[in-house]
């Protein structure tokens, strides 16, 4: 008769399977790390160990996916986040919903916004700049922002040049409106997305 000798692991899935109720069991012998060698336990560990490595390997490789989709909804848009504080109180508002494909590269940013002191004189993203911080305009919405109070949809292509993808999830471009009364901005709404 031939023994195999088997790390400690292998004892252990053993020793389970020893212990359940099955049709094909067969006695096995286990001392000093030796095993008698029986086809039908063999063949039924061999199935237990192949359907744990195969589900194993299956979550593993759906856990190394890559998240290329980021969403953030009802992001704040409000005075007490722009930079300088708005010289003329205001008690406007907004919020604004963001996606990010980093497959195709594109940006939509749905914002709306109500009560400005005036209607708009100029809205923007600007980067890079985390919160607290002010920075330059990196793209123009004037077209879409018009009056004191409404909405807008806009997609921009993420081009690693006006608006670079890192810095965008890192939480480093602001979304704000501009007014007479308030011109450096009178709203602002920082883009970030949740981890």
């Not at 008769?1 to 069991?25: D, G, H, Q, S, T």
């Not at 286990?30 to 237990?48: D, E, G, R």
């Not at 996916?65 to 722009?82: D, R």
């Not at 939480?171 to 883009?191: L, S, V």
Request: net charge negative; with cysteine.
């Amino acid at each position: 008769m031939r023994r195999i000798i088997l790390p400690e692991c292998y004892n252990v899935v053993f020793k389970i399977l020893r212990n359940l109720p099955c049709a094909l069991y067969v006695s096995v012998s286990i001392s000093n790390n030796n095993v008698m060698k029986q086809p039908a336990i063999w063949s039924l560990a061999i199935f237990f160990l192949s359907a744990t490595l195969i589900i194993s390997c299956n979550k593993d490789d759906d856990d190394d996916q890559e998240k290329t989709v980021f969403t953030a909804n009802n992001l704040p848009i409000n005075s007490a986040q722009e930079v300088p504080t708005p010289g003329t109180p205001t008690t406007a508002t907004g919020t604004m919903n963001v996606s990010y494909d980093k497959t195709t590269k594109q940006l939509v940013i749905s914002a709306s916004w109500q009560n400005l002191t005036a209607d708009p004189i100029a809205a923007h993203i600007h980067g890079t700049a985390a919160k607290g911080t002010a920075a330059g305009v990196k793209v123009d919405f004037h077209d879409n922002v018009t009056s004191a109070s409404g909405n807008f949809n806009r997609t921009i292509t993420v081009d690693e040049t006006t608006i670079k993808e890192d810095s965008l999830l890192a939480g480093f471009y602001y979304f704000n409106i501009h007014t007479p009364a308030n011109q450096p901005g009178e709203i602002r709404g920082q883009i970030e997305f949740p981890n």
